[in-house]
Nanobody, 112 residues
Framework: EVQFVESGGGSAQAGGSLRLSCVAS????????MNWYRQAPGKERELVAS????????TYADSVKGRFTITRDNAKNTVYLQMNNLKPEDTAVYYC?????WGHGTQVTVSK
């Protein structure tokens, strides 16, 4: 069974930082692209960042470029999202996923 367990969410002030982690299981982690998504209240889920299996290529939504960094540790089946210079509009539930599915998410709330 494919599973993702996200952690590291919480509250931060604008300009602050948070680091999200996601442990994956049930598939060959080191052969798959990993993704971080987010969904804000009343909005559709959006793709925030992706990282290829070899970590050579990463992609980001325009709204987070230069502020967020996605990395992975294939030995630990874990993907990370370092979020710096947070903005109130980053408030959302953040999910990691692959293979067309994702976990239960972790809440990130950014106050002014």
């Amino acid at each position: 069974e494919v599973q993702f367990v996200e952690s590291g969410g919480g509250s931060a002030q604008a300009g602050g930082s948070l680091r999200l982690s996601c442990v994956a299981s049930g598939f060959t982690f080191n052969l798959n692209t990993m993704n971080w998504y987010r969904q804000a209240p009343g909005k559709e889920r959006e793709l925030v960042a992706s990282i290829l299996s070899t970590s050579v290529i990463t992609t980001y939504a325009d709204s987070v470029k230069g502020r967020f960094t996605i990395t992975r540790d294939n030995a630990k089946n874990t993907v990370y999202l370092q979020m710096n210079n947070l903005k109130p509009e980053d408030t959302a539930v953040y999910y990691c996923g692959a293979l067309g599915t994702w976990g239960h998410g972790t809440q990130v709330t950014v106050s002014k």
